[in-house]
C-alpha cells in the first residue's frame, strides 16, 4: 500500500507539469458599443401637463437605478403585491430551479479534474469439471472465491479539454443567473403594467359613468321639453341612442378590469378566486420628477439579457476549445489493488496482495471526418453566438431609444389631452346651460358631449400611458439587480453570483433615483 501512495503522489506531480496547456480561445468580454448616446437628439426634459400624474419629468444622464425600482410610484400596496409575485410567481422558482440545474452541471463537470477512486467486493460460488485439473491447492472442485479490488484512473487534462469544458458549463451557470434577473425584472415590470392599466380601467369606467349620468340629466330636460311641445319628439330618441350608446361601452371597460384583477392574481401566484385587497387608482400612483438614463456603455453591463447573450458567447467560446482538444491524443494513468482468497476472512492476508500500474494513449485515427465536422460545427456555433450578441445589443439600444421617443411624445399627447380636456369641458357646460334656456338646439349639445367624453378618456388613457412609459424606462435600463437590496430568494440558489456591472469611477458617480426622491 505505501508502495502504491508513493506511485499516486509521483503520477499527480506528473500530470500537473502535463496540464498547464490550453488549446482553443482564450474569450475576452466584447468590446462596448461605439456610441455614445441613444438618440442624436435625446430629450432631458419631458413638457408636464399641470395635473397630478403629469408633472414635468426631467432625464438625468447617468443616475443609477435603484434595485427595486418600483418604489419610485410610491405605492405601498403595488410595493407588497410586487414582494408577493417575487416569492409565489412560478416562473421565478422555475428559472431558479434551472439555476441550480446548471450550476450542479458545471460542479459536476469539476470531479474531472481530479482522479476516480473506484473499490469493489465480489464473492462467488464455483465448480471445477472433473475433466479438468482442480484450481485450488487442496484439490477442491467446489470452492468460494472472495475478492476485493481497489483502482485510481486519472485522465490527464493535457490539452485543456476538461476545463474548457468546465469553463463552457460555467458560463451557462452565469447565463441561467441572468436569466433570473431577466425573469425578476420581467415579472415586476409586468405587475407594474397590470397595476397601471387597473388604474386606468378604473379611472375610465368613473369617466364614462360620469358621460352616462350627465347624458341622462341631458335626456331628461329633453323629455321635459318634449312634453311642451318644445322640441320634436325626435331629439329625444337620439339622445336616448347616444344614451345607449354609452352605456354600451361601460361593460367591455368593466370586463376588461375583471381581466386585470385575474392577471395580478397569476402574477402574484395566486388563483384567479383568490381576491387581492388592493384597489388600484391613477391618483394612488406618483409620476417620478427624475428619470435615470445610463451610458451606452454601460448598458451592455445592466441588462440581464444583454449579459445573457454574453455567457453564451463565452459558452461557445470554450466548446471551440472541447472539439479542439477532441482530436488530439488522450492520456489515461492507472493504478490499483487486489486480493482474492477462497475465503473471507483470509481475503487481505500477506502474499493474497496483487498490485498493477498502467497507462493507456489514445488517438483518434479514423473517424469518417466526425471531429472535425464537430470542430468546424463548434466555430460555427462561436460565430452564431456572436451574432446573436450583437443582435441582442441592437435590439437593447433600440429599447432605450424607443422608449425615450415614447416618454418624448406621450408627454406631449397628455398635455394636449389635458388642454383638450379642459376645452371640451367648458364647451359642454355652456351648451347644456343654453339648452336648458331654449338658446340652442340639442345636437350642439349632442356634439359637445360626444368630444367631452373622447377627450376624457383620451386624457385618462395619456396620463396611464406616462406611467407605463416611466416603467418601462427603467425596464430597458436593466431594473438596478446589481443594487438591490436585500437580497432575492434566488440568492439561496447561487454558489456563482451574476456578475455586476462594473463600478463607476467616483467623479461619475452620481445618486440613484431614491436618493433623488
Known amino acids: 500500500m505505501q508502495r502504491f501512495a508513493s506511485l499516486l503522489l509521483a503520477g499527480t506531480a506528473f500530470c500537473t507539469t502535463l496540464t498547464g496547456c490550453m488549446v482553443g480561445p482564450d474569450f475576452q468580454n466584447p468590446a462596448p458599443p461605439k456610441a455614445n448616446s441613444f438618440l442624436p437628439d435625446t430629450p432631458t426634459n419631458l413638457v408636464g401637463a399641470g395635473i397630478p400624474g403629469g ?64 473499490g469493489g ?40 479539454g476538461n476545463r474548457r469544458q468546465i469553463e463552457s458549463l460555467d458560463a451557462l451557470a452565469e447565463a441561467q443567473c441572468f ?6 425584472l420581467s415579472l415586476a415590470s409586468n405587475v407594474v403594467a397590470a397595476t397601471i392599466q387597473e388604474a386606468s380601467l378604473r379611472a375610465q369606467i368613473d369617466a364614462t359613468q360620469q358621460i352616462i349620468a350627465a347624458q341622462r340629466e341631458t335626456l331628461g330636460i329633453l323629455q321635459r321639453q318634449s312634453n311642451l311641445g318644445a322640441i320634436p319628439g325626435g331629439d329625444v330618441a337620439t339622445q336616448q341612442a347616444a344614451l345607449a350608446q354609452a352605456e354600451a361601452t361601460l361593460p367591455p371597460l368593466q370586463k376588461g378590469l375583471a381581466l386585470q384583477r385575474d392577471l395580478l392574481a397569476t402574477l402574484t401566484g395566486r388563483f384567479p378566486n383568490e381576491d387581492i385587497a388592493a384597489k388600484f387608482q391613477l391618483n394612488d400612483l406618483t409620476l417620478p420628477r427624475e428619470l435615470p438614463l445610463s451610458l451606452p456603455s454601460r448598458l451592455v453591463e445592466q441588462r440581464p439579457d444583454v449579459r445573457a447573450a454574453e455567457s453564451n458567447l463565452h459558452s461557445a467560446s470554450a466548446l471551440v476549445g472541447v472539439a479542439a482538444a477532441n482530436q488530439l491524443p488522450q492520456i489515461t494513468l492507472s493504478a490499483g489493488v487486489n486480493s482474492q482468497a477462497l475465503s473471507l476472512d483470509t481475503l487481505f492476508s500477506p502474499g493474497l496482495m496483487g498490485m498493477s500500474v498502467g497507462a493507456g494513449l489514445l488517438q483518434p485515427l479514423i473517424d469518417g471526418g466526425a471531429l472535425s465536422a464537430k470542430k468546424r460545427a463548434a466555430i460555427a456555433g462561436l460565430q452564431q453566438a456572436d451574432a446573436q450578441y ?87 435600463l436593466g431594473g438596478g439587480w446589481w443594487n438591490r437590496d436585500p437580497e432575492g430568494p434566488e440568492e439561496k440558489a447561487r454558489y456563482l453570483r451574476c456578475r455586476p456591472p462594473t463600478a463607476q469611477p467616483a467623479s461619475a458617480s452620481k445618486p440613484s433615483v431614491a436618493q433623488a426622491l
Open 390 to 476: 450583437r443582435s441582442t445589443v441592437l435590439l437593447a439600444f433600440r429599447n432605450v431609444a424607443d422608449t425615450l421617443r415614447t416618454l418624448q411624445y406621450d408627454a406631449l399627447t397628455l398635455k394636449a389631452a389635458v388642454d383638450a380636456e379642459h376645452a371640451a369641458a367648458t364647451s359642454l357646460n355652456i351648451a347644456q346651460r343654453r339648452l336648458a334656456l331654449g338658446d340652442t338646439t340639442y345636437l350642439t349639445v349632442l356634439i359637445a358631449q360626444l368630444t367631452y367624453q373622447q377627450a376624457l378618456l383620451t386624457r385618462v388613457q395619456a396620463q396611464a400611458a406616462r406611467l407605463t412609459d416611466t416603467a418601462a424606462l427603467f425596464q430597458s
Open 121 to 160: 467486493l465480489g464473492a462467488s460460488q464455483n465448480q471445477t469439471p472433473t475433466s479438468l485439473s482442480p484450481a485450488t491447492a487442496s484439490g477442491a472442485t467446489i470452492y468460494g472465491l472472495f475478492t476485493a479490488a481497489l483502482s485510481i484512473t486519472y485522465a490527464l487534462d493535457i490539452w485543456g
Open 55 to 118: 408633472e414635468q419629468q426631467k432625464i438625468v444622464q447617468g443616475l443609477d437605478i435603484p434595485g427595486q425600482w418600483w418604489e419610485v410610484f410610491q405605492s405601498r400596496p403595488l410595493n407588497s403585491l410586487i414582494g408577493d409575485a417575487l416569492r409565489a410567481n412560478p416562473d421565478i422558482q422555475v428559472a431558479v430551479a434551472g439555476l441550480k440545474v446548471a450550476q450542479e452541471n458545471a460542479r459536476a463537470q469539476r470531479a474531472t479534474l481530479f482522479p476516480a477512486l473506484q
Open 179 to 184: 436569466q433570473v434577473e431577466g425573469a425578476y
